[in-house]
């Protein structure tokens, strides 16, 4: 799938990427993306142990940032009028915020949470029918971002020889202790024209 995904493959839907494949039928990637039972925090687990496992350097550094994908219409999970990075204008776009972990060996992602706006979290009957679990509230951006760095720096600290540099986009890097301290608040986003 990812092979597939990652190709130059004209129609990246489930007939393309099986045909890709050498697959006879869809069946296998539309059995993975909408029927198959698996964990997504499980998953994030085992790649960042893998990642550490072949990336782990003292000077590695923890990399902290938002990323967003512009969208049509108003269904995908998280999906508003907020500013795009990509083009620096409000966009209707879903925003994420990514973890990574570099190293002279490497650079990998290593945990994900998805930004959702007060729009969204504000509207229960909303998140119920797009699968948002009902017990996630809102938060902002650099609220994930911490969440994401305990997360990382709780499973660092078990490894010796593993850097706990957090890096930030565009600034200078700076070395922390084995907290992760504050972040700094990110650029303001809108939500349906409202600041959040």
Avoid at 56 to 75: E, F, H, N, R, Y
Avoid at 107 to 114: K, P, Q, S
């Amino acid at each position: 799938m990812v092979r597939a995904m990652l190709a130059d493959v004209a129609k990246k839907n489930s007939w393309g990427l099986a045909e890709y494949a050498g697959l006879r039928t869809p069946q296998p990637f539309e059995h993975l993306l909408n029927g198959a039972k698996w964990s997504a925090e499980e998953l994030r687990d085992q790649i960042r142990g893998y990642v550490l496992a072949g990336l782990a350097d003292p000077g590695g550094a923890l990399v902290l940032d938002d990323t967003q994908s512009i969208k049509k219409g108003a269904k995908s999970v998280g999906v508003a009028p907020q500013h795009c990075g990509t083009t620096g204008q409000t966009e209707n776009c879903q925003c994420m915020v990514m973890l990574s972990y570099a190293s002279v060996h490497g650079h990998a992602f290593i945990d994900r949470e998805l930004y959702l706006p007060a729009c969204w979290t504000d509207d229960p009957q909303r998140c119920h029918a797009a699968g948002v679990p009902s017990e996630r509230v809102f938060m902002t951006k650099p609220q994930l971002g911490i969440t994401m760095l305990e997360r990382a720096l709780a499973v660092l600290s078990t490894r010796p020889g593993v850097g706990v540099v957090v890096a930030r986009r565009r600034r200078r890097v700076r070395t922390r202790p084995r907290t992760a301290g504050v972040l700094p608040p990110t650029q303001r986003v809108l939500c349906d024209g409202r600041p959040v």
